[in-house]
């Protein structure tokens, strides 16, 4: 299984509260993007070993055992929280360094089919997530139920 390293903690990374205090005991919760759906992240590069979720900060403000943090090549949400689970930042449609590649089109109004290059992540339509029942991907097409708008941009994320 391929891991990325989160660009959100991904390592060595020290959290502060707003006053530029270490986030001793803060957390940070991983999700599938755009949900309250927890999501798995990994010590290390394995991707054989779990961390737990929320990921609870040290006494300094980093994250434990390793100060690494890996996940899988889709689209997550962190939420970082201060020990009383105070909302302090929310980063979502985050993708793993080097996870993801981008492929751009413009909408003809028409146009279903478009060429992919590789396993689709995710598509979005002028920055608008599109649920996977909008498309079908096979033999390296990717087609829409119904065509994208006129001029409007189509992004399929892919790796």
Known sequence: MAVFLSPVAGVAAQFFDNNGVPLAGGKLYTYAAGTTTPLVSYTTNAGNVARTNPIVFDSGG????????????????????????????TYDNIFGIGAAAVQNYTGTGSTVAYSVLGNVIAVYINGVYQNRNTYAVASGILTFTQAPPFTSLIEILYN
């Open 62 to 89: 980093r994250v434990p055992n390793g100060g690494e943090v890996w996940i899988d090549p889709v689209a997550y949400k962190f939420v970082l929280k201060n020990s009383n689970d105070a909302l302090i930042a």
